[in-house]
Protein backbone atom coordinates (compact mmCIF):
# COMPACT_ATOMS: atom_id res chain seq x y z
CA UNK A 1 0.00 0.00 0.00
CA UNK A 2 1.41 3.56 -0.59
CA UNK A 3 -0.19 6.98 -0.37
CA UNK A 4 0.75 9.54 -3.22
CA UNK A 5 0.10 13.32 -2.61
CA UNK A 6 -0.95 15.92 -5.48
CA UNK A 7 -3.20 18.87 -6.16
CA UNK A 8 -7.09 18.81 -5.50
CA UNK A 9 -8.35 19.59 -8.88
CA UNK A 10 -11.91 18.50 -9.06
CA UNK A 11 -13.43 17.44 -5.10
CA UNK A 12 -14.79 13.77 -4.80
CA UNK A 13 -14.08 10.71 -3.06
CA UNK A 14 -13.66 7.65 -5.46
CA UNK A 15 -12.88 4.04 -5.70
CA UNK A 16 -11.76 1.79 -8.36
CA UNK A 17 -9.33 -0.02 -10.64
CA UNK A 18 -6.88 1.44 -12.56
CA UNK A 19 -6.98 1.91 -16.28
CA UNK A 20 -2.98 2.95 -17.04
CA UNK A 21 -2.79 5.21 -19.94
CA UNK A 22 0.42 5.58 -21.14
CA UNK A 23 -0.51 6.91 -24.64
CA UNK A 24 2.09 7.69 -27.38
CA UNK A 25 4.19 10.57 -25.39
CA UNK A 26 6.85 8.66 -26.77
CA UNK A 27 5.96 8.55 -30.52
CA UNK A 28 8.89 7.69 -32.53
CA UNK A 29 9.02 10.77 -35.17
CA UNK A 30 11.47 9.51 -38.06
CA UNK A 31 13.88 12.27 -39.71
CA UNK A 32 15.27 11.86 -43.01
CA UNK A 33 16.27 14.00 -45.41
CA UNK A 34 14.27 15.54 -48.58
CA UNK A 35 15.82 16.58 -51.19
CA UNK A 36 14.88 20.00 -52.92
CA UNK A 37 12.96 18.93 -55.71
CA UNK A 38 11.01 17.04 -53.59
CA UNK A 39 9.98 19.80 -50.62
CA UNK A 40 7.04 20.89 -52.47
CA UNK A 41 4.98 17.15 -51.45
CA UNK A 42 6.17 17.24 -48.22
CA UNK A 43 4.38 20.82 -47.44
CA UNK A 44 1.23 19.51 -48.97
CA UNK A 45 1.79 16.70 -46.88
CA UNK A 46 2.04 19.04 -43.77
CA UNK A 47 -0.90 21.36 -45.04
CA UNK A 48 -3.21 18.25 -45.80
CA UNK A 49 -2.16 16.88 -42.28
CA UNK A 50 -3.28 20.53 -40.88
CA UNK A 51 -6.50 20.69 -42.60
CA UNK A 52 -7.57 17.25 -41.17
CA UNK A 53 -6.48 18.25 -37.53
CA UNK A 54 -8.45 21.56 -37.86
CA UNK A 55 -11.36 19.28 -38.75
CA UNK A 56 -10.76 16.84 -35.67
CA UNK A 57 -10.97 19.53 -33.17
CA UNK A 58 -13.76 20.98 -34.45
CA UNK A 59 -15.38 17.85 -34.05
CA UNK A 60 -14.36 17.72 -30.66
CA UNK A 61 -15.40 21.13 -30.01
CA UNK A 62 -18.79 20.34 -31.13
CA UNK A 63 -18.85 17.50 -29.08
CA UNK A 64 -18.22 19.36 -26.12
CA UNK A 65 -20.35 21.84 -26.70
CA UNK A 66 -23.35 18.87 -26.26
CA UNK A 67 -21.89 17.67 -23.01
CA UNK A 68 -20.56 21.01 -21.22
CA UNK A 69 -19.76 24.94 -21.32
CA UNK A 70 -15.82 24.32 -21.60
CA UNK A 71 -15.78 23.92 -25.94
CA UNK A 72 -13.80 27.46 -25.75
CA UNK A 73 -10.60 25.50 -24.86
CA UNK A 74 -10.75 24.27 -28.78
CA UNK A 75 -10.18 27.97 -29.88
CA UNK A 76 -6.77 27.75 -28.01
CA UNK A 77 -5.61 24.58 -30.31
CA UNK A 78 -7.29 26.22 -33.46
CA UNK A 79 -5.18 29.53 -32.74
CA UNK A 80 -1.86 27.06 -32.23
CA UNK A 81 -2.78 25.51 -35.53
CA UNK A 82 -3.37 28.51 -37.79
CA UNK A 83 -0.16 30.28 -35.97
CA UNK A 84 1.30 31.87 -38.83
CA UNK A 85 5.13 31.76 -36.57
CA UNK A 86 4.43 28.40 -36.25
CA UNK A 87 3.34 27.03 -39.98
CA UNK A 88 5.96 29.61 -41.69
CA UNK A 89 9.31 27.86 -39.22
CA UNK A 90 7.91 24.27 -40.72
CA UNK A 91 7.98 25.63 -43.97
CA UNK A 92 10.98 26.91 -43.38
CA UNK A 93 12.79 23.92 -41.63
CA UNK A 94 11.71 21.79 -44.62
CA UNK A 95 13.02 23.79 -47.18
CA UNK A 96 16.17 24.79 -45.79
CA UNK A 97 16.84 22.33 -43.65
CA UNK A 98 16.01 19.59 -46.17
CA UNK A 99 13.81 17.43 -43.60
CA UNK A 100 10.61 15.25 -43.11
CA UNK A 101 7.31 17.33 -42.19
CA UNK A 102 7.51 15.24 -38.86
CA UNK A 103 10.90 16.19 -37.68
CA UNK A 104 10.04 19.75 -39.03
CA UNK A 105 7.00 20.00 -36.73
CA UNK A 106 8.76 17.95 -33.52
CA UNK A 107 11.83 20.60 -33.64
CA UNK A 108 9.74 23.96 -33.86
CA UNK A 109 7.23 22.82 -31.14
CA UNK A 110 10.19 21.60 -29.10
CA UNK A 111 11.24 25.60 -29.32
CA UNK A 112 8.09 26.68 -28.58
CA UNK A 113 7.25 23.87 -25.75
CA UNK A 114 11.20 25.20 -24.20
CA UNK A 115 10.00 29.01 -24.95
CA UNK A 116 6.35 28.73 -22.84
CA UNK A 117 7.91 26.35 -20.17
CA UNK A 118 10.46 29.11 -19.28
CA UNK A 119 7.49 31.32 -18.06
CA UNK A 120 7.00 32.46 -14.70
CA UNK A 121 3.01 32.29 -15.18
CA UNK A 122 0.91 28.64 -14.95
CA UNK A 123 -1.70 29.74 -17.20
CA UNK A 124 0.70 30.15 -20.02
CA UNK A 125 2.77 27.08 -18.39
CA UNK A 126 -0.07 25.07 -19.11
CA UNK A 127 -0.40 26.12 -22.94
CA UNK A 128 2.39 23.97 -23.78
CA UNK A 129 -0.26 21.20 -23.29
CA UNK A 130 -2.09 22.53 -25.99
CA UNK A 131 1.24 22.47 -28.03
CA UNK A 132 1.61 18.70 -27.19
CA UNK A 133 -1.68 17.76 -27.99
CA UNK A 134 -1.75 19.81 -31.59
CA UNK A 135 1.75 18.04 -32.34
CA UNK A 136 0.84 14.23 -31.44
CA UNK A 137 -2.53 14.91 -33.52
CA UNK A 138 -0.76 15.87 -37.08
CA UNK A 139 1.75 12.98 -36.19
CA UNK A 140 -0.57 10.64 -35.94
CA UNK A 141 -2.48 12.09 -39.27
CA UNK A 142 1.12 11.80 -40.55
CA UNK A 143 2.03 8.48 -39.94
CA UNK A 144 -1.09 6.65 -39.80
CA UNK A 145 -1.29 5.61 -36.23
CA UNK A 146 -4.53 4.97 -34.58
CA UNK A 147 -5.87 7.15 -31.83
CA UNK A 148 -5.03 6.27 -28.03
CA UNK A 149 -6.45 3.30 -26.38
CA UNK A 150 -8.71 5.62 -23.84
CA UNK A 151 -11.38 4.03 -26.30
CA UNK A 152 -10.49 0.55 -25.14
CA UNK A 153 -12.17 1.78 -21.99
CA UNK A 154 -15.09 -1.14 -21.38
CA UNK A 155 -16.03 -1.05 -17.94
CA UNK A 156 -15.79 1.75 -14.58
CA UNK A 157 -11.96 2.80 -14.25
CA UNK A 158 -9.85 5.82 -12.56
CA UNK A 159 -7.30 7.12 -15.61
CA UNK A 160 -4.13 7.14 -14.41
CA UNK A 161 -1.72 9.24 -16.76
CA UNK A 162 1.46 11.03 -17.12
CA UNK A 163 -1.16 14.03 -17.97
CA UNK A 164 -4.17 13.81 -20.54
CA UNK A 165 -4.65 16.34 -23.57
CA UNK A 166 -7.87 18.40 -23.85
CA UNK A 167 -8.71 15.88 -26.45
CA UNK A 168 -8.40 13.11 -24.75
CA UNK A 169 -10.28 14.25 -21.89
CA UNK A 170 -13.56 15.09 -23.44
CA UNK A 171 -13.81 11.68 -25.50
CA UNK A 172 -13.61 10.18 -21.92
CA UNK A 173 -16.90 7.82 -21.45
CA UNK A 174 -17.98 9.67 -18.42
CA UNK A 175 -20.01 6.71 -17.77
CA UNK A 176 -16.91 4.69 -17.25
CA UNK A 177 -14.77 7.17 -15.59
CA UNK A 178 -14.93 7.21 -12.03
CA UNK A 179 -11.65 9.76 -11.62
CA UNK A 180 -8.59 10.95 -12.80
CA UNK A 181 -4.94 10.88 -11.70
CA UNK A 182 -1.96 12.53 -13.46
CA UNK A 183 2.14 12.79 -12.99
CA UNK A 184 1.50 16.51 -14.65
CA UNK A 185 -0.55 19.37 -14.26
CA UNK A 186 -1.75 22.02 -12.23
CA UNK A 187 -4.88 24.04 -10.99
CA UNK A 188 -5.20 25.59 -14.01
CA UNK A 189 -4.66 22.95 -16.46
CA UNK A 190 -7.12 22.01 -18.95
CA UNK A 191 -7.27 17.65 -17.37
CA UNK A 192 -8.55 20.06 -14.17
CA UNK A 193 -11.10 22.45 -15.90
CA UNK A 194 -12.62 20.08 -18.10
CA UNK A 195 -12.40 17.61 -15.22
CA UNK A 196 -14.51 20.08 -12.94
CA UNK A 197 -16.90 20.85 -15.76
CA UNK A 198 -17.47 16.89 -16.45
CA UNK A 199 -17.68 16.18 -12.41
CA UNK A 200 -15.16 13.69 -12.53
CA UNK A 201 -12.93 13.88 -9.29
CA UNK A 202 -9.54 14.86 -10.23
CA UNK A 203 -5.93 15.22 -8.63
CA UNK A 204 -2.66 16.03 -10.37
CA UNK A 205 0.67 16.66 -10.32
CA UNK A 206 1.45 13.50 -8.70
CA UNK A 207 5.40 13.16 -9.98
CA UNK A 208 5.62 9.61 -10.82
CA UNK A 209 1.77 7.45 -10.24
CA UNK A 210 2.26 6.15 -13.73
CA UNK A 211 5.48 4.42 -12.07
CA UNK A 212 3.72 3.05 -9.09
CA UNK A 213 0.72 1.82 -10.49
CA UNK A 214 -0.19 -1.76 -12.49
CA UNK A 215 -2.86 -1.76 -14.24
CA UNK A 216 -5.72 -3.59 -12.61
CA UNK A 217 -4.50 -2.17 -9.42
CA UNK A 218 -7.49 -0.81 -6.82
CA UNK A 219 -6.81 2.94 -5.90
CA UNK A 220 -8.85 5.70 -3.82
CA UNK A 221 -8.92 8.84 -5.39
CA UNK A 222 -9.48 11.93 -2.83
CA UNK A 223 -10.22 14.93 -5.08
CA UNK A 224 -10.94 16.58 -2.42
CA UNK A 225 -7.52 16.69 -0.12
CA UNK A 226 -5.50 15.58 -3.14
CA UNK A 227 -4.16 12.11 -2.86
CA UNK A 228 -4.08 8.47 -4.04
CA UNK A 229 -3.49 5.76 -1.92
CA UNK A 230 -2.45 2.44 -4.05
CA UNK A 231 -3.54 -1.25 -3.07
CA UNK A 232 -5.23 -0.24 0.25
CA UNK A 233 -5.30 -2.41 2.94
CA UNK A 234 -8.98 -2.96 4.57
CA UNK A 235 -8.96 -0.61 7.05
CA UNK A 236 -7.73 2.03 5.21
CA UNK A 237 -10.79 1.10 2.75
CA UNK A 238 -13.45 1.65 5.81
CA UNK A 239 -11.72 4.89 6.80
CA UNK A 240 -11.71 5.59 2.76
CA UNK A 241 -15.97 4.73 3.29
CA UNK A 242 -16.66 7.12 6.29
CA UNK A 243 -14.70 9.95 4.63
CA UNK A 244 -16.83 9.50 1.76
CA UNK A 245 -20.45 9.50 3.67
CA UNK A 246 -19.12 12.18 5.56
CA UNK A 247 -18.30 14.26 2.66
CA UNK A 248 -21.66 13.98 0.72
CA UNK A 249 -23.40 14.66 4.34
CA UNK A 250 -20.94 18.22 4.73
CA UNK A 251 -21.77 18.60 1.02
CA UNK A 252 -25.45 19.07 1.81
CA UNK A 253 -25.08 20.70 4.98
CA UNK A 254 -23.15 23.48 3.29
CA UNK A 255 -25.59 23.14 -0.07
CA UNK A 256 -28.61 24.54 2.09
CA UNK A 257 -27.97 28.02 2.31
CA UNK A 258 -25.94 28.43 -1.45
CA UNK A 259 -29.07 29.65 -2.93
CA UNK A 260 -29.82 32.57 -0.59
CA UNK A 261 -28.70 35.85 -0.94
CA UNK A 262 -25.28 36.03 1.18
CA UNK A 263 -26.50 37.16 4.69
CA UNK A 264 -25.14 37.02 8.46
CA UNK A 265 -26.82 35.30 11.11
CA UNK A 266 -28.63 38.80 12.03
CA UNK A 267 -29.75 39.22 8.43
CA UNK A 268 -27.10 41.73 7.63
CA UNK A 269 -26.60 41.46 4.07
CA UNK A 270 -22.94 40.59 1.99
CA UNK A 271 -22.19 40.08 -1.59
CA UNK A 272 -20.60 37.08 -2.17
CA UNK A 273 -19.26 36.80 -5.86
CA UNK A 274 -16.85 34.98 -8.35
CA UNK A 275 -13.25 35.62 -9.87
CA UNK A 276 -13.73 34.64 -13.43
CA UNK A 277 -12.24 34.48 -16.75
CA UNK A 278 -13.41 34.22 -20.11
CA UNK A 279 -14.86 31.47 -20.66
CA UNK A 280 -16.48 30.25 -17.52
CA UNK A 281 -19.93 28.84 -17.92
CA UNK A 282 -21.79 31.29 -15.71
CA UNK A 283 -24.63 28.56 -15.75
CA UNK A 284 -21.81 26.75 -13.31
CA UNK A 285 -21.39 29.94 -10.88
CA UNK A 286 -25.65 30.54 -10.53
CA UNK A 287 -24.83 26.66 -9.17
CA UNK A 288 -22.93 27.37 -6.70
CA UNK A 289 -24.59 30.49 -5.83
CA UNK A 290 -22.78 33.88 -7.11
CA UNK A 291 -24.77 36.88 -7.00
CA UNK A 292 -22.35 37.80 -9.79
CA UNK A 293 -18.79 38.40 -10.68
CA UNK A 294 -16.58 41.01 -8.91
CA UNK A 295 -13.67 40.23 -10.87
CA UNK A 296 -13.48 39.54 -14.98
CA UNK A 297 -10.24 38.66 -15.95
CA UNK A 298 -10.16 39.99 -19.15
CA UNK A 299 -6.04 39.85 -19.66
CA UNK A 300 -6.91 36.15 -20.93
CA UNK A 301 -8.35 37.62 -23.70
CA UNK A 302 -4.87 38.53 -24.86
CA UNK A 303 -3.14 35.56 -23.03
CA UNK A 304 -5.33 33.10 -24.65
CA UNK A 305 -4.95 34.42 -28.17
CA UNK A 306 -2.16 34.73 -30.65
CA UNK A 307 -2.98 38.28 -31.49
CA UNK A 308 -4.40 41.34 -29.86
CA UNK A 309 -7.79 41.55 -29.46
CA UNK A 310 -10.01 43.72 -31.87
CA UNK A 311 -12.34 46.08 -30.04
CA UNK A 312 -15.21 43.40 -31.45
CA UNK A 313 -13.71 40.99 -29.88
CA UNK A 314 -13.66 42.15 -27.18
CA UNK A 315 -17.06 43.84 -26.99
CA UNK A 316 -18.60 40.17 -28.06
CA UNK A 317 -17.07 38.40 -24.90
CA UNK A 318 -17.81 41.15 -22.83
CA UNK A 319 -21.26 41.70 -23.76
CA UNK A 320 -21.88 38.16 -23.68
CA UNK A 321 -20.63 37.94 -20.41
CA UNK A 322 -23.05 40.84 -19.04
CA UNK A 323 -26.30 39.13 -21.08
CA UNK A 324 -25.24 35.61 -19.64
CA UNK A 325 -25.20 36.67 -15.77
CA UNK A 326 -29.07 38.16 -16.16
CA UNK A 327 -31.07 35.06 -16.70
CA UNK A 328 -29.41 32.75 -14.35
CA UNK A 329 -28.21 35.20 -11.49
CA UNK A 330 -30.58 37.53 -11.22
CA UNK A 331 -30.79 41.19 -12.35
CA UNK A 332 -28.03 42.74 -9.69
CA UNK A 333 -25.87 40.68 -10.75
CA UNK A 334 -23.08 42.91 -12.29
CA UNK A 335 -20.13 41.73 -14.06
CA UNK A 336 -17.02 44.07 -12.88
CA UNK A 337 -14.40 43.94 -15.72
CA UNK A 338 -11.05 44.65 -14.58
CA UNK A 339 -8.84 46.88 -17.22
CA UNK A 340 -5.81 45.04 -18.70
CA UNK A 341 -3.53 42.93 -15.69
CA UNK A 342 -0.40 42.81 -18.19
CA UNK A 343 3.24 42.64 -16.49
CA UNK A 344 4.81 40.79 -13.95
CA UNK A 345 4.50 37.67 -14.93
CA UNK A 346 1.95 37.57 -17.25
CA UNK A 347 3.11 38.85 -20.77
CA UNK A 348 1.23 38.53 -24.21
CA UNK A 349 2.66 37.97 -27.26
CA UNK A 350 4.74 40.35 -29.29
CA UNK A 351 4.94 41.84 -25.53
CA UNK A 352 8.88 41.78 -24.19
CA UNK A 353 10.23 43.28 -21.21
CA UNK A 354 13.87 43.27 -20.22
CA UNK A 355 12.94 44.71 -16.97
CA UNK A 356 15.25 43.50 -14.18
CA UNK A 357 12.66 43.28 -11.98
CA UNK A 358 8.90 43.00 -13.46
CA UNK A 359 6.72 43.07 -10.42
CA UNK A 360 8.00 46.40 -9.88
CA UNK A 361 8.09 47.85 -13.16
CA UNK A 362 5.62 48.76 -16.07
CA UNK A 363 2.86 46.23 -15.42
CA UNK A 364 -1.02 46.50 -14.75
CA UNK A 365 -2.00 50.24 -14.97
CA UNK A 366 1.56 51.88 -15.31
CA UNK A 367 1.61 49.42 -19.02
CA UNK A 368 -2.15 50.62 -20.07
CA UNK A 369 -1.02 54.51 -19.22
CA UNK A 370 1.73 53.89 -21.44
CA UNK A 371 -0.43 52.65 -24.03
CA UNK A 372 -3.28 54.73 -24.13
CA UNK A 373 -4.56 53.17 -27.69
CA UNK A 374 -5.10 49.82 -26.15
CA UNK A 375 -6.53 51.14 -22.59
CA UNK A 376 -9.24 53.16 -25.28
CA UNK A 377 -10.01 50.04 -27.23
CA UNK A 378 -10.88 48.00 -24.21
CA UNK A 379 -12.48 50.92 -21.74
CA UNK A 380 -14.94 51.29 -25.66
CA UNK A 381 -15.25 47.38 -25.54
CA UNK A 382 -16.60 47.57 -22.16
CA UNK A 383 -18.32 50.46 -22.52
CA UNK A 384 -20.62 49.07 -24.97
CA UNK A 385 -20.65 45.80 -23.32
CA UNK A 386 -22.55 47.84 -20.45
CA UNK A 387 -25.80 48.55 -22.55
CA UNK A 388 -27.09 44.85 -22.42
CA UNK A 389 -26.14 44.36 -18.16
CA UNK A 390 -24.88 45.93 -15.39
CA UNK A 391 -21.15 46.33 -15.96
CA UNK A 392 -18.72 47.94 -13.87
CA UNK A 393 -15.11 49.29 -14.90
CA UNK A 394 -12.18 48.58 -12.33
CA UNK A 395 -8.68 49.76 -12.89
CA UNK A 396 -5.67 47.46 -11.17
CA UNK A 397 -2.89 48.18 -9.04
CA UNK A 398 -3.87 52.09 -8.58
CA UNK A 399 -0.79 53.64 -6.66
CA UNK A 400 -1.31 57.45 -7.00
CA UNK A 401 -4.19 59.44 -7.69
CA UNK A 402 -2.20 61.34 -10.25
CA UNK A 403 -3.00 57.04 -12.22
CA UNK A 404 -6.61 57.24 -11.38
CA UNK A 405 -7.29 60.75 -12.34
CA UNK A 406 -5.25 59.71 -15.93
CA UNK A 407 -7.61 56.25 -15.59
CA UNK A 408 -10.53 58.38 -15.07
CA UNK A 409 -9.61 60.88 -17.90
CA UNK A 410 -9.43 58.37 -20.48
CA UNK A 411 -12.65 57.06 -19.59
CA UNK A 412 -14.42 59.96 -19.44
CA UNK A 413 -12.70 60.87 -23.13
CA UNK A 414 -14.19 57.62 -24.85
CA UNK A 415 -17.59 58.11 -23.11
CA UNK A 416 -17.12 61.55 -25.32
CA UNK A 417 -16.83 59.56 -28.42
CA UNK A 418 -19.04 57.27 -27.99
CA UNK A 419 -21.80 59.69 -27.74
CA UNK A 420 -20.98 61.78 -30.98
CA UNK A 421 -20.38 58.37 -32.85
CA UNK A 422 -24.38 57.14 -31.17
CA UNK A 423 -23.61 54.17 -29.57
CA UNK A 424 -25.15 53.44 -26.77
CA UNK A 425 -23.45 52.32 -23.10
CA UNK A 426 -24.47 53.03 -19.14
CA UNK A 427 -23.65 57.03 -18.39
CA UNK A 428 -23.41 55.70 -14.88
CA UNK A 429 -20.86 52.11 -14.83
CA UNK A 430 -19.85 52.11 -11.52
CA UNK A 431 -15.97 52.88 -11.62
CA UNK A 432 -13.51 51.19 -9.16
CA UNK A 433 -9.91 51.02 -8.12
CA UNK A 434 -7.82 47.97 -7.24
CA UNK A 435 -5.87 48.48 -3.42
CA UNK A 436 -2.85 45.72 -4.06
CA UNK A 437 -0.21 48.67 -2.97
CA UNK A 438 0.53 49.83 0.42
CA UNK A 439 0.30 53.57 -1.46
CA UNK A 440 -2.93 52.64 -2.57
CA UNK A 441 -4.13 51.56 1.07
CA UNK A 442 -2.45 54.95 2.60
CA UNK A 443 -3.83 57.23 0.52
CA UNK A 444 -7.45 55.85 0.61
CA UNK A 445 -8.91 59.37 1.45
CA UNK A 446 -7.81 60.54 -1.81
CA UNK A 447 -8.57 57.68 -4.06
CA UNK A 448 -12.26 57.51 -2.79
CA UNK A 449 -12.90 60.80 -3.86
CA UNK A 450 -12.71 59.36 -8.06
CA UNK A 451 -14.42 56.21 -7.68
CA UNK A 452 -17.11 53.83 -6.93
CA UNK A 453 -15.76 51.30 -4.89
CA UNK A 454 -12.75 49.56 -3.57
CA UNK A 455 -11.47 46.44 -4.64
CA UNK A 456 -8.37 44.95 -2.52
CA UNK A 457 -6.44 42.23 -4.30
CA UNK A 458 -4.88 41.03 -1.05
CA UNK A 459 -2.78 38.52 -3.03
CA UNK A 460 -0.72 41.56 -4.30
CA UNK A 461 -1.09 43.11 -1.03
CA UNK A 462 0.74 40.82 1.02
CA UNK A 463 3.81 40.70 -1.83
CA UNK A 464 4.00 44.69 -1.79
CA UNK A 465 3.60 45.04 1.71
CA UNK A 466 5.72 42.03 2.60
CA UNK A 467 8.31 42.46 -0.18
CA UNK A 468 8.00 38.74 -0.48
CA UNK A 469 7.61 37.21 -4.11
CA UNK A 470 4.23 35.54 -3.79
CA UNK A 471 5.45 32.86 -6.26
CA UNK A 472 8.86 32.09 -4.54
CA UNK A 473 9.03 29.46 -2.28
CA UNK A 474 11.92 30.78 -0.47
CA UNK A 475 9.83 33.50 0.87
CA UNK A 476 6.57 31.73 0.91
CA UNK A 477 6.58 32.14 5.10
CA UNK A 478 5.89 35.65 4.71
CA UNK A 479 3.19 35.49 2.69
CA UNK A 480 0.30 35.74 4.90
CA UNK A 481 -2.85 37.82 4.51
CA UNK A 482 -3.26 37.94 8.15
CA UNK A 483 0.02 39.35 8.38
CA UNK A 484 -0.29 42.43 11.13
CA UNK A 485 0.68 44.93 8.44
CA UNK A 486 -1.91 43.87 5.86
CA UNK A 487 -4.89 43.76 8.83
CA UNK A 488 -3.91 47.44 9.21
CA UNK A 489 -4.32 48.33 5.73
CA UNK A 490 -7.28 46.31 4.93
CA UNK A 491 -9.15 48.33 8.32
CA UNK A 492 -8.16 51.54 6.77
CA UNK A 493 -8.98 51.36 3.07
CA UNK A 494 -12.45 50.09 4.62
CA UNK A 495 -12.58 53.09 7.20
CA UNK A 496 -11.37 56.08 4.66
CA UNK A 497 -13.91 54.51 2.01
CA UNK A 498 -17.04 54.55 4.68
CA UNK A 499 -15.74 58.06 5.19
CA UNK A 500 -15.64 58.54 1.43
CA UNK A 501 -19.16 56.56 1.08
CA UNK A 502 -18.15 54.17 -1.51
CA UNK A 503 -17.97 50.20 -0.23
CA UNK A 504 -14.69 48.07 -0.13
CA UNK A 505 -14.48 44.30 -1.57
CA UNK A 506 -11.84 41.53 -1.26
CA UNK A 507 -11.00 40.20 -4.34
CA UNK A 508 -7.84 38.18 -3.62
CA UNK A 509 -7.58 34.58 -2.02
CA UNK A 510 -8.24 35.46 1.02
CA UNK A 511 -12.07 35.90 0.60
CA UNK A 512 -12.44 32.38 0.29
CA UNK A 513 -10.36 31.25 3.44
CA UNK A 514 -13.53 31.72 5.86
CA UNK A 515 -10.78 32.09 8.69
CA UNK A 516 -9.98 35.87 7.23
CA UNK A 517 -13.71 35.98 5.16
CA UNK A 518 -15.47 36.78 9.05
CA UNK A 519 -12.27 39.22 9.69
CA UNK A 520 -12.57 41.44 6.72
CA UNK A 521 -16.23 41.49 6.93
CA UNK A 522 -15.76 42.57 10.73
CA UNK A 523 -13.31 45.38 9.60
CA UNK A 524 -16.24 46.44 7.37
CA UNK A 525 -15.66 45.07 3.91
CA UNK A 526 -19.10 44.62 2.08
CA UNK A 527 -18.73 42.20 -0.99
CA UNK A 528 -16.31 38.91 -0.69
CA UNK A 529 -15.33 38.11 -4.45
CA UNK A 530 -12.94 34.41 -4.94
CA UNK A 531 -13.21 31.53 -6.93
CA UNK A 532 -16.91 29.89 -7.21
CA UNK A 533 -16.56 26.50 -6.05
CA UNK A 534 -15.74 28.53 -2.31
CA UNK A 535 -19.02 30.58 -2.24
CA UNK A 536 -21.02 27.63 -0.53
CA UNK A 537 -18.59 27.57 1.88
CA UNK A 538 -18.44 31.02 2.49
CA UNK A 539 -21.88 31.64 2.85
CA UNK A 540 -22.66 29.09 5.44
CA UNK A 541 -20.00 29.98 7.63
CA UNK A 542 -21.18 33.53 7.49
CA UNK A 543 -24.44 32.49 8.64
CA UNK A 544 -23.55 31.54 11.27
CA UNK A 545 -21.73 34.91 12.54
CA UNK A 546 -23.74 37.96 13.80
CA UNK A 547 -22.13 41.32 12.17
CA UNK A 548 -21.86 42.23 15.86
CA UNK A 549 -19.87 39.52 16.54
CA UNK A 550 -17.44 40.11 13.53
CA UNK A 551 -16.69 43.86 14.77
CA UNK A 552 -16.00 42.09 18.06
CA UNK A 553 -13.33 39.98 16.63
CA UNK A 554 -12.45 42.43 14.04
CA UNK A 555 -11.71 45.08 17.37
CA UNK A 556 -10.04 41.98 19.13
CA UNK A 557 -7.43 41.44 16.07
CA UNK A 558 -6.80 44.87 15.73
CA UNK A 559 -5.38 45.49 19.23
CA UNK A 560 -3.56 42.34 19.34
CA UNK A 561 -1.73 43.52 16.04
CA UNK A 562 0.53 45.35 18.38
CA UNK A 563 1.80 42.04 19.93
CA UNK A 564 0.96 38.93 17.73
CA UNK A 565 2.67 37.13 14.48
CA UNK A 566 0.41 36.29 11.45
CA UNK A 567 -0.21 32.97 12.44
CA UNK A 568 -1.33 34.20 15.59
CA UNK A 569 -4.09 36.20 14.86
CA UNK A 570 -4.98 33.91 12.16
CA UNK A 571 -5.51 31.20 15.05
CA UNK A 572 -7.50 33.63 16.79
CA UNK A 573 -9.83 34.04 13.70
CA UNK A 574 -10.17 30.68 13.90
CA UNK A 575 -10.80 29.73 17.72
CA UNK A 576 -13.82 32.21 16.89
CA UNK A 577 -15.57 30.57 14.38
CA UNK A 578 -14.87 27.02 16.25
CA UNK A 579 -16.78 28.65 18.77
CA UNK A 580 -19.41 30.40 16.65
CA UNK A 581 -19.97 27.63 13.84
CA UNK A 582 -21.03 23.89 14.74
CA UNK A 583 -19.29 21.67 12.46
CA UNK A 584 -16.73 24.31 11.03
CA UNK A 585 -13.42 22.23 11.90
CA UNK A 586 -14.60 19.50 9.60
CA UNK A 587 -16.20 22.24 7.02
CA UNK A 588 -12.89 23.76 6.58
CA UNK A 589 -10.95 20.55 6.33
CA UNK A 590 -13.41 19.07 3.65
CA UNK A 591 -13.51 22.08 1.35
CA UNK A 592 -10.94 24.82 2.26
CA UNK A 593 -8.25 22.87 3.25
CA UNK A 594 -6.66 22.72 -0.41
Not at 19 to 27: C, E, K, M, Q, T
Not at 163 to 179: A, C, I, K, Q, W
Not at 371 to 379: D, I, K, N, P, Y
Request: hydrophobic share 45%.
Amino acid sequence: MATLAGLATSRGFVSGPVFLNVGDRDLAVPEYEVPAEKAAAEFNRYHVARDETRRQIKALAEHVGEISTEANIFDNHLAILDDALIVDQVIKAIREDHINAEAAIHRVVGRFREMFGQMDDPYLRERIRDLDDIERRILRILLGCEETALSAITSPVVIVADDLTPSETVMLPRELVLGIATDRGSATSHVALLARALGIPAVVGLGDVTRRVRPGDMVLLDGSNGSITVNPDAETIADFERLTRREKELQALVDEDKQKPGAMKDGTPLKIVANIQPGVPFASLAAFGAQGVGLYRTEYLWLGSDHEPTEEEQFEAYAEAVKAALPVMGPEARITFRCLDLGGDKLMRGVKTIEANPFLGNRSVRWLLSHRSVFRTQLRAILRASAFGKAAIMFPMIATLAELRECNRELEQVKTALRAEGLAFDEHIMRGAMVETPAAALCADQLAREVDFFSMGTNDLVQYTLAADRGNEQVAYLSHASDPSVIRLVEMTCRLSREGGIYTCVCGESASDPVLAVLWVGLGVKVLSMSPSCVPVIKKVLRGVTLAEAKILAAEVLAACSTDTALELYDRCRRFLLEKVPDFETIQTFFTAN
